[in-house]
């Protein structure tokens, strides 16, 4: 938390972040995590239908996938309070990311690094739109795959990328690593 002086005018301010990502990468475990209330989410049951198509090779556990959106909130202080709008990570959901964006002040870009390829259309995403983003490791199981140098450098060039390793964990806890 941080300790800032309350705002004299008393009023809250709110600010809209986006979590973003590729397919199954965490983003809806992430925003269930760190929401202090109970994340609305739009998960829908994956089915046979979907075999060839969903890789779901690196997450065999994963038998949901979001549909729609995931929100979420965090009130940093009392007067400034942050809405989660997590993406659906599915291609053939992208065209909800261009509704899913307005408005915010800026994304996370979480990562699954055995599968970095998956997050370049999400970057390219908000590069193109030049809406600041910050890129988070998702640690699965507590295995780091590479370096975070090594992935922090593979991101150098990006101007308007900024860095935070994460582990999202599945359940209530917060942490990092
Ligand atoms: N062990 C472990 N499993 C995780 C973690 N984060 C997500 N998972 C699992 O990975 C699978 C996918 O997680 P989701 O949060 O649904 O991923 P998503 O990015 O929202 O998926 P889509 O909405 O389908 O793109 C689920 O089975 C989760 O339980 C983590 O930090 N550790
Ligand atoms: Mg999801």
């Not at 300790?3 to 005018?9: A, D, G, L, T, V």
């Amino acid at each position: 938390m941080s300790h800032r002086p309350p705002n004299p005018s008393g009023r809250v301010t709110s600010a809209k972040i986006v979590i973003a990502g590729g397919f199954g990468v965490g983003k809806t475990t992430l925003v269930g995590s760190v929401s202090e209330i109970t994340p609305l989410t739009t998960e829908a049951i994956m089915t046979s239908a979907g075999v060839g198509v969903d890789d779901t090779r690196q997450v065999p556990g994963q038998t949901t996938t979001t549909v729609a959106m995931d929100f979420g909130r965090i009130s940093i202080d009392r007067d400034l309070i942050l809405y989660l709008f997590g993406t659906p990570g599915q291609t053939r959901f992208w065209f909800m990311w261009d509704e899913l964006v307005r408005g915010a002040i800026g994304a996370v870009v979480l990562v699954d690094t055995r599968r970095l390829a998956d997050c370049f259309a999400a970057i390219d995403f908000f590069e193109h739109r030049r809406l600041p983003y910050l890129v988070a490791i998702n640690c699965f199981d507590g295995m780091q795959y590479h370096d975070p140098q090594d992935v922090r450098d593979a991101w150098r060039s990006r101007a308007t990328c900024r860095w935070w390793p994460a582990t999202p964990v599945t359940g209530s806890r917060r942490s990092t690593c």
